[in-house]
T-cell receptor, first 114, second 116 residues
């Protein structure tokens, strides 16, 4: 298996622009997670899906952030409009089953908002 | 209060030294799961171990060992005879059940520097 795939790996954009991050989970995994990692705040869970349904989005910072999972093999995290404080590494992870199983992380997308 | 506390922000050791990374967690759940992940300088997060709340047996995997103690809510990670390749940020994580759905928490991480 190719593992969790994220694109793009790097994104540089200007403040106010829309940014879309993409994730393809491991085939057969029914949980998908979006995390944000910064030096100041560490690794934060933004939202997770189970069987394509958002379950806990309490970590989404504000309405500028939205996430979708239209099918079992694809998810997006969108920021509109982007701000410099959104600069971070965004990780997607997937897992099989429930909370007892480990998460497999993608390589991350490094986002820089100028 | 932090759900997962990794009080050691950064540790530096010399190769071949033993080092223990501390993890203290907080939960009211009776069934929960604890994890350790490694994030090397390349940036990816790699799963190391999972432990459920009913299994307090310590585990050893090569140079790695884990000490789970429910009485102190701790799940510490020891690397024996550390090597330069062990240099990474290590995260402890907790999953529990709250308000009828699963919750996931990561600690702030401990950066381990192993010097030759």
């Amino acid at each position: 298996d190719a593992g969790v795939i994220q694109s793009p790996r790097h994104e540089v954009t200007e403040m106010g622009q829309e940014v879309t991050l993409r994730c393809k989970p491991i085939s057969g995994h029914d949980y998908l997670f979006w995390y944000r990692q910064t030096m100041m705040r560490g690794l934060e869970l933004l939202i997770y899906f189970n069987n394509n349904v958002p379950i806990d989005d309490s970590g989404m910072p504000e309405d500028r952030f939205s996430a979708k999972m239209p099918n079992a093999s694809f998810s997006t995290l969108k920021i509109q409009p982007s701000e410099p404080r959104d600069s971070a590494v965004y990780f997607c992870a997937s897992s099989s089953g429930s909370r007892e199983n480990e998460q497999f992380f993608g390589p991350g997308t490094r986002l820089t908002v100028l | 209060a932090q759900k997962v506390t990794q009080a050691q922000t950064e540790i530096s050791v010399v190769e071949k030294e033993d080092v223990t990374l501390d993890c203290v967690y907080e939960t009211r759940d009776t069934t929960y799961y604890l994890f350790w992940y490694k994030q090397p300088p390349s940036g990816e997060l790699v799963f190391l171990i999972r432990r459920n709340s009913f299994d307090e047996q310590n585990e050893i995997s090569g140079r790695y060992s884990w000490n789970f103690q429910k009485s102190t809510s701790s799940f510490n990670f020891t690397i024996t005879a550390s090597q330069v390749v062990d240099s990474a940020v290590y995260f402890c994580a907790l999953s529990e059940r709250r308000d009828n759905f699963n919750k996931f928490y990561f600690g702030s991480g401990t950066k381990l520097n192993v010097k030759p």
